[in-house]
């Protein structure tokens, strides 16, 4: 790998990070394309000098795209969002943005592509965001032939967007609500695993082409998860199930908001199982033994305070 280039889109978001300093481990040369290269620069830290370049692309302008693949080898798309903004829906972003960057690389001769989508991506489905993941895994594979699809289950760890948001709720309220009776089923994924599913993807050669369904080896209700980061932040408090009808309600209020907490395609995707179901390919088809949320947790939520340990 040492000697391979590989371009990463949006390498500077939660999971972008974590592939770009697997890489770098592996001596790869990094492109990392971003939006906005001077809020990226501090990856740059994390390979020797001149090993990682951070550099700007949009997936809305297929110039940028064409810029950020030339002479790259490999190309990763991380790139990916829960809420639609002006300009910047789910389909703009997962599905023509992620058919851009598919063409592109292809294009610019890229052997592997590696396109991130997530787990449970259904083009057929009512929640905008998982439909949009379902076209833009059609779109990808009409555009670059061989494409290696991976789609991870709700992702984890330090710096995460998940079990740090609840863990910051169990700190400011005495009363939890839950999402229904708090019976949905997770299957939360490590980043540090997904980053490495990505590593062993490149350097298989029989990878391509193929999907990976990205899951830990816990299956969780969202009520057992909100008590797992309760317990390790030493707090008690009060579980309420709240009925779907409360939050789509909610969702409708908030959706008025510049920049919503809740909107109605969450709370769609908190109705719906999200786990690997049948005989797809796994973690462990890639060789690698999936961490828990157990033995991760406790690095990144206080006991003490509840908050993110330094």
Known sequence: MAFKRVTVFGGSGFLGRQIVKRLAAEGASIRVA?????RASFLERMGRDGQIEVVHADVGDESTIAQ???KATWVINTVGHYVEKSGATFDA?????ARAVARQAGSAGVERLIHIS????????????????????????????????LRPSVIFGPGDAFLNILAGMAR???VLPLFGMGHTSLQPVF??????????VLADPAAQGKAYELGGPGVYTYKALLQLVLKQANRRRILIPAP??????????MALLPNPPLTRDQVKLMKRDNVIKGNELTLEDLGISPVSVEEILPTYISPDHGVPAS
């Open 93 to 97: 972003i997962h599905g023509q943005g």
């Open 34 to 38: 971003v939006r906005h290269p001077e």
């Open 172 to 174: 400011r309220t005495p």
């Open 191 to 200: 980043v540090g695993d997904v980053a490495e599913a990505c590593a062993r």
């Open 118 to 149: 997530g787990l449970g991506a259904d083009p057929t489905s009512d929640s905008a965001y998982i439909k949009a993941r379902g076209m833009g895994e059609i779109l990808v594979k009409e555009a670059f032939s061989g494409v290696t699809i």
């Open 244 to 253: 779907f009808f409360f939050w789509d309600g909610l969702a409708a209020m």
């Open 68 to 70: 950020a693949v030339t």
